[in-house]
């Protein structure tokens, strides 16, 4: 780190905040200029908070020269996290995108479920998406079917082969959706919920970690740290849109740009959800070709039988016929894109 002191930085002063630096195994660097002098720091952070420093008088600025999420760094792995499930499936690095598809909640009407996975099977989806618990702003909304919801996707799961990613919202129901889907889905709500975080670091299941709605990447792959800190280090990181000025034409501002920001500082696979990154369903098949465009490692599309009858969300959600569309050229790019990175290669 670097500390920048006062002008008028006494001597005394700066003796303390080297003293303190070096009682915990910091290298220290001195620069002192005819105004301002500098301190650089050598060291591990994790032992002196920046903030602790920040705090001694005589201090005017502390900048960190690494960043603070350690494991999910680029710093500390250089080659990419690749996810790989027992039937060959594979999240992150040059492997093909995957594609997340199925209605935001599980529904009773199961028939309608196995349509759309047996849709998304068909149009080359390797992962059923769905909530059986639903964190919901209001408390009128539909909650979603919890235990019974699971059981639904495991009936879909068997019928169609289909990997499933589901939602966790308490450290409680762990155990239970693990037993059924494949990856563990957190909540952009529960982004910051590191009680949750820490739970599931000690789970042998994938986790995607959905961006917060007002979170800034640092936040975003600090969240991801706390999983992988607590021991899992298999973790996909979603990004679902963030709150914009502009409500009225979509619901949230898809921050594509944080794609290649996160695969520049961190080894860890990146989906985009552009159903809820828009909430519009005409924006999900410009905004999925982009995100693809961009480097995403995978998308996470909204698909329902019936979407005008959806019990949640049905206005960002695809019809399975406008989904069977767009996959026609999500496909073709996808081939372009293998096509690219296998040329990139040799």
């Excluded at 196995?114 to 408390?139: D, H, M, N, W, Y």
Aim: hydrophobic share 40%; glycine share 8%.
């Amino acid at each position: 780190m670097i500390i920048i002191m006062e002008p008028g930085a006494t001597e005394e002063q700066i003796n303390k905040v080297v003293k303190k630096l070096e009682d915990n195994g910091f290298r220290i660097n001195m620069n002192l200029g005819d105004v301002l002098t500098v301190i650089a720091a050598i060291g591990d952070k994790r032992l002196v908070q920046p903030q602790s420093i920040a705090s001694f008088e005589g201090v005017r600025e502390v900048k960190l020269i690494q960043e603070p999420f350690k494991l999910a760094s680029r710093e500390s792995k250089k080659e990419d996290t690749v996810i790989e499930f027992p039937n060959g499936v594979k999240i992150g690095g040059k492997n093909k995108p995957v594609i997340m598809a199925g209605p935001c909640s599980v529904e009773a009407e199961y028939n309608g479920l196995l349509e759309v996975a047996k849709v998304a099977k068909k149009c080359g989806a390797q992962i059923l998406r769905g909530g059986a618990f639903k964190p919901r702003t209001s408390p009128y909304d539909f909650q979603g079917l919890e235990e019974k919801g699971l059981e639904l996707l495991k009936r879909a799961k068997d019928e169609t082969g289909l990997l499933i990613i589901t939602e966790v919202m308490d450290t409680t129901d762990i155990s239970a959706i693990a037993e059924v889907a494949d990856i563990l889905q957190v909540g952009a709500r529960n982004m910051q919920n590191f009680k949750l975080l820490k739970a599931l670091g000690k789970c042998e299941k994938p986790v995607m970690l959905k961006r917060g709605a007002a979170a800034t990447i640092r936040e975003f792959l600090l969240a991801a740290e706390h999983i992988m800190y607590a021991g899992n280090e298999q973790v996909i990181l979603c990004e679902r849109g963030i709150k914009g000025i502009d409500s009225t034409y979509t619901r949230n501002t898809l921050d594509l740009a944080a794609v290649p920001i996160i695969h520049k500082y961190s080894h860890l696979p990146v989906i985009v959800d552009p159903s809820h990154g828009t909430g519009r369903r005409y924006l999900i098949e410009p905004m999925s070709k982009a995100a693809l465009i961009s480097g995403a490692n995978g998308l996470m599309i909204e698909v329902h039988h019936d979407p005008d009858h959806a019990s949640s969300d049905g206005a960002q959600s695809l019809t399975i016929a406008q989904f069977e569309n767009m996959m026609n050229d999500i496909n073709k790019l996808i081939g372009r894109l293998d096509w690219d990175n296998q040329h990139e290669q040799q």
